[in-house]
């Protein structure tokens, strides 16, 4: 199993996850670390393509004040070049944490 822990340093799409083959989700943490409430979308993106509304898992995850909002209910199994990625409504307030395992 790994472990990908990545800081959402702006408000665009950032890659959180890049399969590298045959790979399982098998958890995602979103965790707002400042006082400061914020949202976030997660995206599902097949190799190459952009976040687009057509590959949103997760639209407008509301995270208060030093919350985590746990994605764990379902497990999405990725091909290579497959990625995971988070837009927050604010810059440097969302840590996400991607755990995954090889299949």
Known sequence: MAITNTRLTTTG???VFSAANGQ???VIYLTNTTATPVSANVYAIDGGVGASASNMIYSQIALTANDTY???T???ILE???TIT??????????????SINI
């Open 70 to 72: 746990v994605i764990s």
């Open 86 to 99: 988070v837009a927050a409504n604010i810059a440097d307030c969302v840590t996400v944490t991607v755990s």
């Open 13 to 15: 799409s950032t890659t």
């Open 74 to 76: 379902e497990k999405l």
């Open 80 to 82: 290579n070049t497959d």
């Open 24 to 26: 399982a989700i098998t």
